[in-house]
Nanobody, 120 residues
Framework: QVQLVESGGGLVQAGDSLRLSCAAS????????MGWYRQPPGKLRELVAT???????NYADSVKGRFTLSRDAAKNTVDLQMNNLKPEDTAVYYC??????????????WGQGTQVTVSS
């Protein structure tokens, strides 16, 4: 059973920084995608940044240049460094691990979510 443990988040002011961490266990960690999504109040969940087992990283346009996703393949963790935070970054942030198993398909797992609130 895949487990995702998230840490970080909190209440900050605009322009501040935060770091979110996610540690995964129980997956195959062979072919996978791992990263962060967020759900702003009253809106749908959206991609923030993801990375895959090949090391390719993808960012939402709204966070490019401000957020940095880093992966520690040995520890199966991904960290999201968020700089120059804006009020529109306020959301519940979710860690996601997607395991691609050859012949079986993709299995998605989500963390419990962590609140990030940015005041103006």
């Amino acid at each position: 059973q895949v487990q995702l443990v998230e840490s970080g988040g909190g209440l900050v002011q605009a322009g501040d920084s935060l770091r979110l961490s996610c540690a995964a266990s129980g997956g195959t960690f062979s072919r996978y995608v791992m990263g962060w999504y967020r759900q702003p109040p009253g809106k749908l969940r959206e991609l923030v940044a993801t990375t895959n087992s090949g090391g390719f990283t993808n960012y939402a346009d709204s966070v490019k240049g401000r957020f940095t996703l880093s992966r520690d393949a040995a520890k199966n963790t991904v960290d999201l460094q968020m700089n120059n935070l804006k009020p529109e970054d306020t959301a519940v942030y979710y860690c996601k691990y997607a395991d691609h198993i050859v012949g079986k398909g993709e299995y998605d797992y989500w963390g419990q979510g962590t609140q990030v609130t940015v005041s103006s």
